[in-house]
């Protein structure tokens, strides 16, 4: 199965970036169907112009209604292809911030459509008319939605059939069973007078998964306390 995933962006070139390593692999192998879609190619004068600015006065500048939600009515599947495109999720600093919860919902759809903001914004009536879904990536402000995109493609590409090449990676590691990461060791047994923790060599997989278990109970209790509330409390 693939996922389509639809972007809007004026600069479509930065979206080049996700040609390595995961998500490289998830598009080399179509699990992604990445469809770029440049506003500009929808502004209606000849300086292609997609901003303006704002009503009211103030800093900036404000992505302008029309050629953005006629970029969202192209690559939206009501009109092109006879069948909705999934969700329009606009990245945004003010929407409400995404969990391995969303992700997982995300990479289980058939399309999905982000919008990658600039400047101050998007005319409010494009969210009103076409935003299903306000996502942020997390609590400080970057200089448009591009790096949001690639960070939710990435985190939904990794859990695509087919792409990790060890499927129990995924569900195993930080954040899917709730708490933080246990730590990782490889060879050699000793770096620079600091060994490898005894029980990791032992061979004995129940005390293993035992060591494991607690170093993820301990660092998530230092860093995270809040995870294990949810927990405890069946939230997300
Ligand atoms: N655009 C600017 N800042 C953002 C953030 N934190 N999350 C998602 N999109 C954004």
């Known amino acids: 199965m693939t996922l389509r995933i639809n972007v809007i962006s004026i600069f479509p070139e930065m979206f080049d970036a996700l040609g390595f390593g995961m998500s490289g692999r998830a598009l080399e192998k ?5 469809c770029l879609t440049n506003p500009r190619d929808f502004a209606k004068n000849r300086y292609r112009t997609i901003d303006d600015r704002p009503y009211g006065g103030g ?17 939206s599947g009501i009109k092109t292809r006879g069948q909705s495109a999934g969700p329009v ?10 969990t391995q ?10 399309e999905l459509t982000l919008i990658a903001g600039r ?18 990536i997390g609590d400080y402000v970057l200089a448009g939605g591009e790096f949001a995109a690639m960070v939710l493609i990435e ?17 195993q590691e930080s ?21 490898v923790p005894e029980v990791l060599l032992s061979g004995d997989h129940k005390k293993i998964a035992a ?24 939230t997300d």
């Open 119 to 136: 400047y101050e914004g998007i005319d409010e009536r494009v969210i009103q008319t076409r935003v299903d879904d306000e996502v942020s």
């Open 211 to 234: 060591w494991r278990k607690q170093q993820a109970l301990k660092v998530t209790k230092e860093r995270r306390p809040d995870l294990l509330e949810k927990r405890s409390q069946g």
């Open 155 to 171: 985190a939904v590409a990794r859990l695509l059939p087919g792409v990790l090449g060890n499927d129990e990676s995924a569900v």
């Open 30 to 34: 179509k699990a992604i169907d990445l």
């Open 59 to 75: 800093p900036g500048m404000v992505m302008m209604a029309e050629p953005l939600s006629a970029a969202i009515d192209a690559v």
């Open 175 to 195: 954040f899917t069973s709730g708490i933080l990461d246990y730590p990782h060791y490889t060879r050699p047994e000793c770096f620079e007078n600091l060994r």
């Open 101 to 110: 919860t969303d992700v997982e919902l995300f990479a289980a759809l058939p």
């Open 89 to 98: 999720v606009y990245l945004s600093p003010k929407g409400r911030r995404m």
